[in-house]
């Protein structure tokens, strides 16, 4: 295997396709899983059983930000990283979510009076196992990411989405109710934790506790404190909700915001784990940072824009498919939210440049910012019920848009008018998109079948979205400018 620290720019563009093309091919594979899984279990369980557990899963994302004490993201920035700092970051990590563990678990009951509901408590103290097994992977996830080594982490991440997608449908089928959920999230990291270990082939020795150690404790702290942030901002409206309207409300809502996040998880996060280490690289080489960044904007948006507004239109009938009638509800909820998922698409990349930069402590300072504006929106929005909790997400959403990426670019050669010229083609094809989705669900196929529908309505957004590709880029935009890295940039 290659090595985890003595890693090379040697072939870093030969690298960084082939991790790319892993990334995306693996969280294909992932999002199937859990296409399939996700449409079994909502036949299977009632909208009770998902609010229940939706409950608890909220204080569990927000307390798992402490999880790796953001030192993950620290080490694929750190120039000189020994084993030495690798395992002092992940004894730290272990004893972390050791604590975080019995934490949650001595807070469980709190959860269940919070809500009025023991049920609530319940999953909480299961759930507190997450803590342990995110202590003891986040180090040799962290190593393989810097490396590269994609085809460890894909393996990984397949074998754990496909065993507790299983293992939830056998629970469900045997009438365990929301005791399937909780095991799918148990099973999902355990497995994850196990196929880790066994392919990285790294295990923690003696800790080096020098000025690098507490660089990356620094660095982490910005990091954790993000992470944190943003949890908070995008977990509050469940609880919000949860708290006011009871599981009957939230049930609809947790399914609805589930589907808005799928496509943009499924385009995102494959790239975000591959090009926030090679962006990295690239930290002493500003113009050729500029290019790289644009390009990669251009090509998320592309693919990413009209796929997650064609919601809007066809909310009803990916409801129906995935979830089936007695789910209409969401489908109202999934129509507020495809335009939030259409602009976080552009949004993620943001995130990538402030942490391949070292800019941890400006990402942390506009988590803030953000996350002021999420909850200040969703009390807004929240006597009108989740369908006024999505409307003012959608809102405060849009108007950030703009300030976010002003505000992630300064100091770098990356201008304004240049990202907003990245995203000109993208936006025109999702309106040429929108349009065609509007016109088939309303005119054309309104009293077909919902998968007809949906099937017609994918197929003439392709096929736009293929002949732009041809028309507009051609060859040159598929190739991610990667020759741009060929140069010989210092590995950072």
């Known amino acids: 295997m290659k090595p985890l620290f003595d890693i090379s720019n040697h072939q870093l563009a030969r690298d960084v396709r082939q991790a790319s093309?892993?990334?995306l091919v693996a969280r294909s594979t992932e999002y199937l899983f859990q296409f399939v899984g996700l449409a079994i279990l909502a036949r299977l369980l009632t909208p009770s059983d998902f609010a229940v557990f939706a409950m608890a899963t909220p204080f569990v994302m927000f307390i798992m930000a402490f999880g790796d004490l953001g030192l993950g993201t620290a080490l694929l920035q750190q120039r000189d990283l020994t084993e030495g700092h690798a395992s002092a970051v992940f004894w730290?990590?272990?004893?972390?979510g050791l604590a975080l563990a019995g934490l949650f678990l001595a807070a469980s009951p709190l959860l269940g009076s919070f809500y009025d509901d023991h049920r609530v408590a319940e999953i909480a103290a299961v759930?507190?196992?997450?803590?342990?097994?995110?202590?003891?992977?986040?180090?040799?996830?962290?190593?393989l990411r810097r490396a590269l080594l994609f085809h460890a982490l894909s393996s990984a991440q397949i074998a754990a989405s496909a065993l507790s997608s299983v293992v939830a449908i056998v629970f469900a089928l045997n009438g365990a109710g929301y005791w399937a959920l909780t095991a799918r999230a148990l099973v999902n990291p355990l497995t994850y934790a196990i196929v880790i270990w066994s392919v990285a082939g790294w295990v923690p020795g003696r800790g080096k506790w020098d000025q690098i150690t507490k660089s990356l404790l620094q660095y982490g702290t910005y990091s954790v404190g993000s992470i944190l942030l943003y949890s908070l901002g995008t977990q509050a409206d469940s609880v919000l909700i949860g708290w006011r309207f009871g599981s009957s409300v939230l049930g609809p809502y947790t399914l609805a915001t589930r589907l808005f996040v799928l496509p943009v998880s499924q385009i995102s996060a494959p790239l975000g784990n591959v090009m926030v280490p090679a962006l990295s690289r690239l930290r002493d080489d500003p113009d050729r940072l500029r290019r790289w960044y644009l390009k990669l904007l251009r090509l998320l948006t592309f693919f990413g824009f009209p796929v997650t507004f064609s919601l809007v239109f066809c909310a009803n009938e990916v409801i129906y498919i995935v979830a089936g009638p007695q789910w209409d509800k969401a489908a109202?909820?999934?129509?507020?939210?495809?335009?939030?998922?259409?602009?976080?698409?552009?949004?993620?990349?943001?995130?990538?440049?402030?942490?391949?930069?070292?800019?941890?402590?400006?990402?942390?300072?506009?988590?803030?910012?953000?996350?002021a504006a999420y909850l200040a929106c969703f009390v807004l929005g929240l006597p009108w019920g989740p369908s006024g909790v999505a409307t003012a997400f959608t809102a405060v959403n849009l108007i950030l848009f703009i300030p976010t990426f002003v505000y992630a670019t300064r100091g770098t050669t990356i201008g304004l008018i240049d990202v907003l010229k990245a995203m000109l083609p993208s936006a025109a094809l999702m309106v040429v998109s929108a349009g065609e989705a509007y016109t088939i669900t309303t005119f054309f196929a309104q009293d077909w079948h919902p998968i007809g529908r949906l099937l017609a309505t994918g197929f003439a957004i392709a096929m736009t979205m293929a002949c732009a590709t041809a028309a507009l880029y051609g060859r040159s935009f598929l190739t991610l400018g990667l020759e741009d890295l060929r140069g010989g940039v210092r590995l950072q």
């Open 21 to 23: 093309i892993l990334s």
């Open 92 to 96: 730290m990590n272990l004893l972390t």
């Open 127 to 143: 759930l507190s196992l997450n803590f342990v097994f995110s202590g003891i992977t986040a180090v040799q996830r962290a190593l």
């Open 332 to 371: 109202d909820i999934l129509r507020l939210l495809a335009p939030v998922g259409t602009l976080q698409m552009a949004y993620v990349t943001t995130s990538w440049l402030m942490q391949s930069q070292g800019h941890m402590d400006r990402a942390f300072r506009w988590a803030a910012i953000s996350t």
